[in-house]
Nanobody, 123 residues
Framework: QVQLVESGGGLVQPGGSLRLSCAAS????????MGWYLRVPGKQRELVAT???????DYADSVKGRFTISRDNAKNTVYLQMNNLKPEDTSVYYC?????????????????WGQGTQVTVSS
């Protein structure tokens, strides 16, 4: 069974930094795009950043220049380096990934979500 487990959230002062990690585990053949989304009350989750298996990256306008997404394919892990954090960045951040499971074998990617990690930016 495939799982995504996030870590690295917490409380930080405005202007501070956090690094989120998300590790995929289980019976994995291949991972496609990985990304981070945040919870918006009353709305669907919003994109923060995504990175494809080939390294193509996309960011929400609100985080460009402050956040950096990266991945370690050998570790099946995606990271989000968050710098110059602002109070409006406060939210639950969710990891997302498209994964082809090894067992049972599949030609198709299945989309998975992590459980979420709280980021609070406050003085």
């Amino acid at each position: 069974q495939v799982q995504l487990v996030e870590s690295g959230g917490g409380l930080v002062q405005p202007g501070g930094s956090l690094r989120l990690s998300c590790a995929a585990s289980g019976s994995i053949l291949r991972i496609g795009a990985m990304g981070w989304y945040l919870r918006v009350p009353g709305k669907q989750r919003e994109l923060v950043a995504t990175i494809t298996s080939g390294g193509n990256i996309d960011y929400a306008d609100s985080v460009k220049g402050r956040f950096t997404i990266s991945r370690d394919n050998a570790k099946n892990t995606v990271y989000l380096q968050m710098n110059n954090l602002k109070p409006e960045d406060t939210s639950v951040y969710y990891c997302n990934a498209d994964i082809r499971p090894r067992s049972p074998p599949s030609y198709y990617y299945t989309n998975y979500w992590g459980q979420g990690t709280q980021v609070t930016v406050s003085s």
